[in-house]
């Protein structure tokens, strides 16, 4: 499809200035566009723009990011020792001439400034970009280095996320991107629909949901005073090294908990057709409820555990134990029903599986 420049210019006067000011794009800055002061042959029919924008960050506690809808790209935060900003905008355009390239640019317009504590950085395009619902593309590559321990808050979609503290809080929404984050000190909420997500090193508040993509978080202390929360579906749920207590949801895919050190407010994991692997280090007058249906369950938990056990399954279900002692009574055990106790039973495991399924438990 052929990006008609004339179109969007106007008149016959208007395309003869555009087109001798781009004749002297090869040796003269374009200065007089905003925001594109160069523009760079990348072959392949792409073109860049490219600015960087430095102020100092005293005074400021946060970053706030918005985006439009019909723009992708990637921005990459760094937080780094010292108190000023780096803000590096890349406008990579795909078009059929030099001067499409530099319409193209001129329709992503950015703004940073300071709000208060906060420094905000908005990215917009106009409602029927010129590249929508053509064969050409525009996208927008942001790299910004800023301060240790800032707050965090980002709402745009289309873009891959790469946001490596320490920052205090970080607040993400999004689409059809992908999120890594790295060290949150106080507060976690990231969101989005079909975006893979990897969390590291996450402390305090922390909620994580996505769909259609695999979530994997690593390293997550939880709030004493409030379990972390993930979610999914439709996507794999990996979590490693948790300490504290968890909620987790999971449909039509399986979940995987390990490394988890289960202590303070009750933790669940909740499923639907999706097959839980859970392995406990240790469980310290803990509480666990997991609920899952027509799928198994294996968990393994510490030899040495104490806690109170009610197991059951549906129909066509069956439960297995291993290498764990169980003190039993005979009323209350049978094929789809199992409740005991390990050791001085402080804590307290309940497993149920609504439908076919098998609940595998064991010790380590």
Not at 75 to 82: D, L, R, S
Not at 214 to 226: M, N, T, V
Request: hydrophobic share 40%; net charge neutral.
């Amino acid at each position: 499809m052929r990006f008609d420049v004339r179109r969007r210019c106007g008149k016959s006067a208007q395309w003869l200035t555009v087109g001798l000011v781009c004749l002297a794009v090869l040796t003269v800055p374009l200065q007089s566009f905003a925001q594109a002061p160069k523009v760079h042959r990348l072959g392949g029919g792409r073109y860049m723009t490219e600015t960087v924008n430095r102020l100092p960050g005293a005074g400021l506690k946060g970053l706030h990011i918005t985006g439009p809808a019909n723009l992708g790209g990637q921005v990459v935060i760094t937080a780094a020792p010292g108190d000023s900003v780096r803000v590096q905008i890349a406008r990579v355009l795909k078009t059929e001439s030099i001067e499409a390239a530099i319409i193209f640019a001129q329709e992503i317009t950015t703004r940073l400034e300071p709000d208060g504590n906060v420094l905000r950085f908005d990215i917009k395009t106009p409602t029927n970009a010129p590249w929508e619902g053509t064969d050409w593309s525009a996208r927008c590559d942001v790299t910004i280095v800023i301060p240790k321990g800032w707050d965090l808050t980002i709402k745009a979609h289309h873009f891959d996320y790469d946001l490596i503290g320490p920052f205090r809080t970080a607040v993400v929404s999004t689409e059809y991107g992908r999120i890594n984050l790295e060290d949150v000190s106080e507060k976690t909420d990231v969101g989005g629909t079909h975006t893979p997500m990897e969390l590291t090193n996450l402390r305090g508040e922390i909620t994580a949901h996505t769909s259609y993509a695999k979530l994997e978080a690593r390293g997550i202390i939880a709030s004493a005073e409030k379990a972390a929360v993930f979610g999914n579906q439709y996507g794999a749920i990996v979590i490693e090294e948790l300490a504290g207590a968890v909620l987790v949801k999971s449909e039509y895919a399986p979940l995987t908990l390990t490394d988890a050190v289960l202590v303070g407010s009750a933790s669940r994991l909740i499923g639907e057709g999706s097959h839980f692997r859970v392995t406990i280090d240790e469980f310290a007058d803990a509480q666990l409820q997991i609920q899952n249906s027509n799928a198994d369950v294996l968990i393994s938990v510490p030899q040495e555990l104490s806690a109170r056990l009610n197991l059951a399954v549906g129909r066509g279900g069956t439960i297995h134990t291993k290498n764990v002692e169980i003190q039993t009574r005979s009323g209350l055990l049978g094929r789809g029903r199992l409740e005991g106790v390990c050791g001085s039973g402080r804590g307290i495991i309940d497993i149920e599986i609504s439908g076919a399924g098998t609940i595998d438990f064991r010790g380590d």
